[in-house]
């Protein structure tokens, strides 16, 4: 029997997914060089996973690679950024073999490619617990042009661009608690969408952004404090998919249904403040991103959720980080 890959095993085969980028080094160093870019400001964001509580335990490996870096990249997306790298940490439990490892690389290149970024360097370590990964992305605004949460003013519209309710719901299919025939709630889950064909349109009227992976209302509420403001949500308005809506009509109580894909988190898509918000939705519309003002921020610091124009006590805001 051959002995087990060790650890240069593993940085020899994810090598190509540098794809020559020269702040890689070869991952022959310890280090990375990014370069420097006059006029722009690098922008950086890292997210972590554990099998069992941000993926299923058991999940294709070439699936989690893939989930991991679009669920990096969403916040870089939310920023109004254009990624170009990323760096890798993982540990890998016994029970996880190189076949497995090799379609972890897969997934990688196959989304590396998808949204040009390339590998930059990282760790790998083994692990007694659960597989566990995290990404940290790297990408570029302009000098002062990076959209932060923090730039809600009283008046401005409250914009959602993308669906809301499909990540809860595709985790319910993931788990074969609810009827995903074709797959689609369950992919919407597990392969989210980093909105990147939303660039411009955030750059030009956006104030604050940011994407939905808690839950919508917790997310919103994450802008809210951190502009100094309140905000009002109208619960009617919120884009939802057709799947959503049809779940929505089977339940006896429809201000409950949509709190629940208010609250559920694994949208990703990306909530915004706008001084005109209608020319947010048009421009984010026209890249054929779903998108609808949902309410307004308002003073003082308070957050209002409402149903045709009832107000409503939602029980659960969104994820919970331990």
């Known amino acids: 029997m051959s002995a087990p890959p060790d650890e240069f095993d593993w940085i020899a085969a994810l090598r190509p997914l540098t794809r020559g980028a020269p702040a890689a080094l070869g991952l022959m160093d310890d280090a990375a ?69 090799m379609a972890f690389i897969r997934g990688l290149d196959h989304d590396g490619a998808l949204y040009g970024v390339a590998l930059l360097g990282g760790d790998t370590v083994s692990t007694p617990g659960p597989l566990t990964a995290s990404a940290t992305v790297f990408g570029w605004t302009p000098a002062g042009a990076v959209v932060r949460r923090s730039g809600a003013l009283p008046g401005h519209a409250l914009v959602i661009c993308g669906a809301i309710g499909d990540g809860g719901l595709g985790l319910k ?10 797959g689609r709630l369950a992919a919407r889950y597990r392969l989210p969408e980093p909105l990147f064909g939303l660039r411009d349109a955030l750059r030009a009227h956006a104030s604050a952004a940011a994407d939905v992976s808690d839950g919508l209302i917790a997310d919103v509420l994450h802008i809210a404090e951190a502009s100094l ?10 884009p939802v998919s057709e799947a959503g ?19 559920g988190g694994d949208d990703y898509a990306i909530v915004c403040a706008a001084g005109d918000g209608e020319a947010l939705v048009r421009d984010a519309v026209a890249c054929g991103t779903p998108a609808a003002v949902v309410g307004e921020f308002v003073a003082p610091p308070s957050l209002e959720v409402r149903l045709d124009g009832q107000r409503l006590t939602p029980t659960r805001l969104g994820w919970r980080h331990g």
Do not use: N
């Not at 941000?54 to 969403?74: C, K, M, N, Q, W």
């Open 229 to 238: 403001c309140g905000v009002a949500l109208d619960l009617e308005l919120m």
């Open 33 to 101: 060089v990014l370069p420097a870019r006059p006029g722009f400001d690098l922008v950086i964001s890292e997210d972590a996973m554990v099998e069992g509580v941000h993926f299923l335990a058991g999940e294709d490996a070439s699936i989690v690679a893939r989930r991991l870096l679009r669920t990096s990249l969403s916040d870089l997306a939310a920023k109004a950024a254009e990624p170009f790298g990323y760096t890798l940490t993982i540990a890998w439990p016994a029970s996880r073999g190189w076949d497995e490892r």
């Open 245 to 263: 809506r049809a779940w929505v009509a089977g339940r006896k109580d429809r201000g409950q249904a949509l709190l629940e894909l208010a609250s």
């Open 173 to 182: 299919a993931a788990r074969g608690e609810l009827p995903d025939a074709e």
